[in-house]
């Protein structure tokens, strides 16, 4: 005999007033007193599977009063997923949940949207839930194409309503240390970047990357050029300087990869038609070259991450600073003895280090001063996200082309070559 619903998986657009005995007058006078007093909450709705959900709805929850946040549906196909469930079991009032994202914005509606759906869907549920009137707050990327991110942007900008992304790479303490780094001139003038790693662990030689399937197929996960560059490349971006220029290469060295159970036997093969291996040369804005590699392959050894800044006056090399001096310094020790009290509240308020967190309190912190009227600028906003994946894209765009490309010419649709069976496939144009 099937189970029972449980409270937080009301159908969609189904009446929970039909389902509840009639309040008495007092009650209900009570009631309405206690809602004028209170603030109307913003209504947040949110589409993607499970594993993306819950640690969006684990914060939500812990900012909710903070920002005056009610969770009013949830888009899914993990309903039944126990997690899931408990987790949504913990919001009062308990959320509608839906299949699709067409019905919570046509049934439900909602404030914000946090769209969290995998990417291949990605840009069409941005630009669902903006042309119903939400502000939207994306995983990045932003979208799986170039052109389709644009398309985001503006839809955006028509509708008047705003668009971020979360996961940007931006709100990490080691991120701020190494933008006060290249930035507070203790170690002068960036002028050579060096991001590389190649292999690891739990992808190499021929491992299944996450454990998802998806992430090396390129319509459903793009490869490690959208599961990773993109983000390395924001990274760069927010914490040296702008990349203008990209001569790169993609490749797949890995044709085929397996997933383990937990008793580490061969549960499944598959073929891969994403690049798992990047190699790029970065022009950075004011001057400084950088060279960037990734890897989920690696037979026989892999390279450890290192991510290093050599500078006028000293250089960054992961934790260490060293300076001009020849002294060599923690990086941390050194940003605490520099950064003022009032700045690092205004990095981590209340102490708050979770980049999670932090995003999406930025978020509803700046979606707050835009719906009083002051339309300023989101943190790590549409087009901030667009130049991070058209950054990253200029790495297979040079590739396909052979020649050094400005991510200009990427980020105007001018280069895609390398994007447009993808864009063909999701109807991007």
């Known amino acids: 005999m099937p189970s029972?619903?449980?409270?937080?998986?009301?159908?969609?657009?189904?009446?929970?007033?039909?389902?509840?005995?009639p309040a008495s007058s007092s009650a209900t006078t009570g009631a309405r007193s206690r809602s004028a007093m209170a603030p109307p909450r913003t209504r947040v709705a949110l589409a993607g599977r499970?594993?993306?959900?819950?640690?969006?709805?684990?914060?939500?929850?812990?900012?909710?009063?903070?920002?005056?946040?009610?969770?009013?549906?949830?888009?899914?196909?993990?309903?039944?997923?126990?997690?899931?469930?408990?987790?949504?079991?913990?919001?009062?009032?308990?959320?509608?949940?839906?299949?699709?994202?067409?019905?919570?914005?046509?049934?439900?509606?909602?404030?914000?949207?946090?769209?969290?759906?995998?990417?291949?869907?990605?840009?069409?549920?941005?630009?669902?839930?903006?042309?119903?009137?939400?502000?939207?707050?994306?995983?990045?990327?932003?979208?799986?194409?170039?052109?389709?991110?644009?398309?985001?942007?503006?839809?955006?900008?028509?509708?008047?309503?705003?668009?971020?992304?979360?996961?940007?790479?931006r709100f990490s303490l080691d991120v701020h240390m190494l933008k006060w780094a290249t930035g507070s001139g203790i170690i002068g003038d960036p002028a050579y970047v060096l991001d590389i790693a190649f292999g690891a662990e739990e992808t190499s030689p021929n491992l299944c990357a996450r454990g998802d399937p998806a992430l090396h197929e390129r319509l459903r996960g793009g490869g490690l050029l959208l599961a990773r560059a993109v983000h390395d490349c924001a990274l760069l971006r927010f914490a040296v300087n702008d990349i203008v220029e990209v001569s790169g290469h993609e490749a797949c060295l890995e044709p085929e990869r397996i997933a383990r159970g937990p008793d580490g036997r061969v549960r499944a093969r598959f073929a891969c038609s994403a690049a798992d291996t990047i190699a790029a040369q970065f022009r950075f804005a004011n001057g400084a070259a950088g060279v960037y590699t990734r890897s989920w392959a690696g037979r026989g050894t892999t390279l450890p991450h290192r991510r290093t800044v050599w500078a006028t006056r000293g250089a960054v090399d992961n934790d260490a600073l060293f300076l001009d001096t020849g002294a060599r310094r923690s990086l941390q020790e050194e940003w605490k003895a520099h950064v003022t009290p009032v700045e690092v509240e205004r990095l981590f308020p209340r102490a708050v280090t979770d980049p999670l967190a932090l995003e999406l309190s930025s978020f509803f912190a700046a979606l707050a001063r835009w719906d009083r009227g002051l339309q300023t600028a989101m943190p790590h906003h549409g087009r901030e996200a667009l130049r991070d994946l058209a950054t990253a894209w200029a790495i297979a765009e040079s590739g396909a082309r052979g020649r050094r490309l400005a991510v200009q010419e990427v980020e105007s649709l001018a280069a895609e070559d390398a994007q447009r069976d993808l864009n063909a496939h999701i109807k991007a144009g």
Do not use: K, M, N, W
């Open 50 to 169: 499970s594993t993306e959900l819950l640690p969006l709805l684990d914060r939500l929850q812990a900012l909710a009063d903070a920002h005056s946040l009610a969770v009013a549906a949830v888009a899914t196909q993990d309903q039944r997923d126990p997690a899931l469930r408990a987790a949504l079991e913990r919001l009062s009032p308990a959320p509608e949940v839906c299949l699709r994202t067409e019905e919570v914005l046509t049934s439900i509606g909602a404030d914000v949207f946090i769209v969290a759906s995998p990417l291949v869907q990605r840009h069409a549920h941005v630009r669902a839930a903006l042309a119903s009137g939400c502000h939207v707050l994306a995983a990045a990327p932003l979208a799986l194409t170039v052109r389709a991110a644009a398309g985001c942007v503006a839809a955006a900008e028509a509708a008047g309503r705003a668009l971020a992304v979360y996961d940007s790479g």
């Open 4 to 21: 029972a619903s449980p409270p937080s998986r009301r159908r969609c657009a189904s009446s929970a007033a039909g389902s509840r005995r």
